[in-house]
T-cell receptor, first 110, second 112 residues
Framework: GQQVMQIPQYQHVQEGEDFTTYCNSS?????IQWYKQRPGGHPVFLIQ?????EVKKQKRLTFQFGEAKKNSSLHITATQTTDVGTYFC??????????FGTGTSLTVIP | DGGITQSPKYLFRKEGQNVTLSCEQN?????MYWYRQDPGQGLRLIYY???????QKGDIAEGYSVSREKKESFPLTVTSAQKNPTAFYLC???????????FGSGTQLSVL
């Protein structure tokens, strides 16, 4: 069954509002990665978090890795239309099998 | 220009037919993956390979087969046993297996 869950599945925001997606794993992860997939495109790597409690920022994007290394979040401040897409978390669960979360589809209304 | 190339971009399968999706990378990566993407279900792992001549099943390997005869190539065959093959198929690679994944542009497979 699905071992990496993401919520929400869909999110519609007005441009300028903030957005957060949450990722939860049933097992401890050695690291977690985040990807963005634009409509009609393929996933593109955004960032990798390795340490417990780690926080990383990329401009308006803030990524967090939970203390227990079982959950993570991506927060976007003041969304723009260029942020549209589906955001996936992914982590190695067993061996080198990378399991992806179900994804959060973000729509930004101008 | 380094990267992963998937072909074809669109593929149509007739009932009872096997079809093969190509995936080639020139990144010198050891690990390669095949994922299936259905709307609203995210990416599900079909097969992965860490080294040449070795590959492992993912969660949804039934009805699919792969080979890894060369480091650069990891073709996926969708067999007639796969009763619901319509999906977007993504190939990916990483340096050794725990690093970031690089994805190809995908193949959309549909059934005629």
């Amino acid at each position: 069954g699905q071992q990496v869950m993401q919520i929400p599945q869909y999110q519609h925001v007005q441009e300028g509002e903030d957005f957060t997606t949450y990722c939860n794993s049933s097992t401890t992860l050695s690291n977690i990665q985040w990807y963005k997939q634009r409509p009609g495109g393929h996933p593109v790597f955004l960032i990798q978090l390795v340490k417990s409690g780690e926080v990383k920022k990329q401009k308006r994007l803030t990524f967090q890795f939970g203390e227990a290394k079982k959950n993570s979040s991506l927060h976007i401040t003041a969304t723009q239309t260029t942020d549209v897409g589906t955001y996936f978390c992914a982590g190695p669960i067993t061996g080198n099998q990378f399991y992806f979360g179900t994804g959060t589809s973000l729509t930004v209304i101008p | 220009d380094g990267g992963i190339t998937q072909s074809p971009k669109y593929l149509f399968r007739k009932e009872g037919q096997n079809v093969t999706l190509s995936c080639e990378q020139n990144l010198n990566h050891d690990a390669m993956y095949w994922y299936r993407q259905d709307p609203g279900q995210g990416l599900r792992l079909i097969y992965y390979s860490q080294i040449v001549n070795d590959f492992q099943k993912g969660d949804i390997a039934e009805g699919y087969s792969v080979s890894r005869e060369k480091k650069e190539s990891f073709p996926l065959t969708v067999t007639s046993a796969q009763k619901n093959p319509t999906a977007f198929y993504l190939c990916a690679s990483s340096i050794t297996g725990f690093e970031k994944l690089f994805f190809g542009s995908g193949t959309q497979l549909s059934v005629l």
